[in-house]
């Protein structure tokens, strides 16, 4: 995700310009908080990326990805028993559960 997962020695030696840009102490912690929020280690690196037009994704929260592993995993096996012709009632609390999770994390 990171350009500086290139070789950052010789990135960084090749890099001989400097630009400097002031921002508001908002600004700044808006800045870092978005690098923090793409898996950057350092908003100098975000900015280049981001100057360069790189597409820049924020990396998933572990907590969120966990959830979300569980809630497939429910709607597996939901699904395995809605194609099996097995009734799946008992089921119906956890996916309406899922599916409110989902909702909000779209909304």
Do not use: C, W
């Not at 950057?40 to 990326?49: E, N, Q």
């Not at 924020?58 to 699904?79: F, H, M, Y």
Request: net charge neutral; proline share 2%.
């Amino acid at each position: 995700m990171e350009s500086e997962n290139q070789d950052e020695t010789t990135a960084e030696s090749t890099r001989t310009s400097r630009i400097d840009v002031r921002v508001s102490p908002d600004e700044k912690k808006e800045l870092q908080e978005k690098a923090a929020a793409a898996g950057y280690k350092k908003v100098s690196a975000y900015l280049r990326d981001v100057g360069r037009g790189v597409e820049i994704k924020e990396s998933v929260p572990a907590e969120l990805r966990r959830q979300l592993v569980g809630i497939g995993t429910n709607l597996n096996q939901i699904a395995r028993l809605a194609q099996a012709g097995k009734s799946f009632s008992n089921h119906e609390a956890q996916l309406l559960e899922a599916l409110t999770i989902i909702r909000g994390y779209l909304i």
